[in-house]
């Protein structure tokens, strides 16, 4: 994850939108405390990656089995797009 000041985000966001497009999250502080974060739709991830990013944030045991089962949606969902696509 990549960090960056508020102020920095102001002078840059087009290099910061850039990474986001990428697939990097970038976690915005001001006055040294993280406020918010630029994380990619979910077009630019895969489920696997959206689980993970939910999964990093300082999650309860709950949010942990929530995200796991978000991902075992996603995994079906992708599976069912492939094989309608295949034929």
């Known amino acids: 994850m990549i960090e960056a000041t508020a102020t920095e985000l102001v002078r840059s966001a087009r290099d910061y939108l850039d ?6 999250t970038v976690q915005i502080r001001r006055n040294g405390k993280a406020i918010a974060k630029l994380v990619p739709d979910s077009d630019f991830m895969s489920g696997k990656q959206a689980a993970g990013l939910f999964l990093s944030h300082q999650a309860i045991e709950a949010d942990k089995r929530a995200a796991d089962a978000i991902e075992d949606q996603i995994q079906k969902l992708d599976h069912e797009t492939d094989y309608a696509l295949a034929h």
């Open 19 to 24: 990474k986001v497009q990428h697939g990097e």
